[in-house]
């Protein structure tokens, strides 16, 4: 059984340059991306680029960084959960 991983981004977010994290993960057809308004973490979206993974929130400095603590997060907590 396949896990459905579902990734959140504010609009703000992106903008800021996690849009290319975004592109990145669109590719993923193990991935379902959605965009919103606001994810309800604008504490932390101020400050860092985020991504919401099954509903837990992924930080990073930069996109790179973001798109590699997705990657891990999924490799390391979610496979657990299968």
């Known amino acids: 059984m396949m896990i459905r991983i579902r990734v959140g981004f504010c609009v703000k ?5 996690t849009e290319q994290v975004r592109q990145k993960l669109l590719k ?4 379902d991306v959605a965009e919103f308004g606001c994810t309800s973490y604008c504490g932390i979206c101020s400050k860092y680029h ?9 930080t990073a ?3 790179e960084q973001l798109f590699d603590n997705i990657n891990d997060y999924i ?3 979610l496979i657990d959960q299968l």
């Open 13 to 17: 977010n992106l903008a800021k340059g």
């Open 28 to 31: 993923d057809p193990d991935m």
């Open 50 to 58: 985020v991504a919401i993974v099954n509903g837990q929130p992924i």
């Open 61 to 63: 400095d930069t996109p």
């Open 75 to 77: 490799d390391n907590e």
